[in-house]
């Protein structure tokens, strides 16, 4: 079962990102919809957009 995308808000009520699941990551957009990195649950590793590793769990929000 696939999650629907998450809409990630700043204080001001303005949407600064998405997190989208696809093919078991989670991935996630800033506002303007530009990939900004993933986690794979299965490894338990976020990755940035160019493929560098950010450290372990999920670290999406800090890639905005």
Known sequence: M???PQQLYDRNN???GRIKERSG???IFDGNNKYKGR?????NI???SNNRKV???N???TLL
């Open 39 to 43: 986690y794979d649950p299965n490894t």
């Open 25 to 27: 990551k989670l991935e």
């Open 59 to 61: 670290l999406l929000t």
């Open 46 to 48: 976020t990755w940035d």
């Open 14 to 16: 303005r949407l600064i």
């Open 55 to 57: 450290g372990t769990g």
């Open 2 to 4: 696939t999650m629907k």
